[in-house]
């Protein structure tokens, strides 16, 4: 956790004009700040730019840029924003915003600053939050700056790996792929990786825990229809929505060239606002399975927070 301070509390009226500092407390409800054209039932209803980004800015085009000008509500010092990652948490008193956004589309001509010096900062860094906790902020309060990682668990079911008669090769196979495909995005990633043997009440205690204390939880191995496969009716049984589609177009993407890959029983869904994926243990099928489904999962991580993102 980092620790600024707010040095600027700005509103305006209308949207894509330059916002005006205020001199007193600013409320803050579940909308945004009272009064403000961002405010509303959506998810950037609070911004957030550094006075230290701004100083930068005016010895950039030398001009003195005053706090409000980008439109920001609120102007921080003291936190570096550029290490800020989606859903992470600004907090000052009661007030908890979480981050929803980074950056937007350029307003243009619309908006004031790029009609007078021909480029704005906010489209590229500006930080956009939604109200979790109402509350009241005022200048020079302070404002706490908290990481919320992107939790994932990793859980290979294997009676030979978890008795270590050979190396678990799926589940760090899982984890490459995903931290490939996030590596160039705005979330910082936690893993936990585990591995359980085929044995009912072990694999299910282990995958309700992950699911308890992660985001996202991956779950390689059991998926055929053997006798120990027994992985995919425990999610089964877990999960609260199932989403059919995205399993069902890996097999009949794969079972095309691999008739056997039409017999697996993955199973994605959802549980407690959780995602939950059952994919194939082989390192070659855990691969294509975790490519694809990296596909969607930005948008499924949105519509879980309740965040229409289009």
């Known amino acids: 956790m980092s620790v600024g301070k707010i040095v600027s509390i700005n509103t305006?009226?209308?949207?894509?004009?330059?916002?005006?500092?205020v001199s007193g407390i600013a409320h803050i409800d579940c909308k945004g700040i009272m009064g403000d054209a961002h405010s509303g039932s959506w998810h950037r209803q609070i911004s957030l730019l550094s006075s230290e980004r701004i100083e930068e800015f005016s010895r950039e085009i030398g001009k003195n840029i005053k706090f409000?000008?980008?439109?920001?509500?609120?102007?921080?010092?003291?936190?570096?924003?550029?290490?800020?990652t989606l859903f992470d948490r600004f907090i000052a008193g009661s007030l908890i915003?979480?981050?929803?956004?980074?950056?937007?589309?350029?307003?243009?001509?619309g908006c004031a600053i790029f009609r007078e010096v021909g480029k704005c900062v906010m489209p590229h860094e500006g930080i956009f939050c939604r109200v979790v906790h109402p509350g009241s902020i005022r200048i020079g309060d302070q404002i706490k700056y908290l990481s919320i990682p992107l939790k994932i668990s990793v859980i290979t079911a294997s009676d030979r790996a978890s008795k270590g008669e050979y190396e678990d090769k799926s589940g760090p196979e899982v984890i490459k792929q995903i931290e490939q495909f996030f590596i160039d995005k705005p979330w910082k990633l936690a893993f936990k990786k585990l591995?359980?043997?085929?044995?009912?009440?072990?694999?299910?205690?282990?995958?309700?825990?992950?699911?308890?204390l992660s985001d996202v939880v991956f779950i390689t191995g059991g998926t055929g229809i053997g006798?120990?496969?027994?992985?995919?009716?425990?999610?089964?049984?877990?999960?609260?929505?199932?989403?059919?589609?995205?399993?069902?177009?890996?097999?009949?993407?794969?079972?095309?060239?691999?008739?056997?890959?039409?017999?697996?029983?993955?199973?994605?869904?959802?549980?407690?606002?959780?995602?939950?994926?059952?994919?194939?243990?082989?390192?070659?099928?855990?691969?294509?399975?975790?490519?694809?489904?990296?596909?969607?999962?930005?948008?499924?991580?949105?519509?879980l927070k309740g965040i229409d993102s289009h």
């Open 97 to 109: 915003l979480e981050v929803t956004q980074l950056g937007k589309k350029c307003h243009g001509e």
């Open 68 to 84: 409000g000008e980008f439109a920001e509500n609120i102007t921080t010092e003291g936190i570096d924003l550029k290490s800020v």
């Open 12 to 21: 305006s009226e209308k949207k894509g004009t330059i916002k005006k500092p």
């Open 195 to 212: 591995i359980v043997p085929d044995e009912y009440d072990q694999l299910e205690n282990a995958i309700r825990d992950s699911v308890e």
């Open 227 to 303: 006798p120990r496969d027994i992985t995919s009716d425990i999610v089964e049984k877990i999960i609260d929505k199932e989403i059919p589609g995205i399993m069902d177009y890996i097999r009949n993407k794969y079972g095309e060239s691999i008739p056997s890959a039409l017999i697996s029983r993955s199973i994605a869904g959802v549980t407690k606002s959780k995602l939950v994926y059952a994919i194939p243990g082989s390192v070659k099928a855990a691969r294509e399975y975790v490519q694809e489904i990296m596909r969607t999962i930005e948008h499924c991580l949105f519509m």
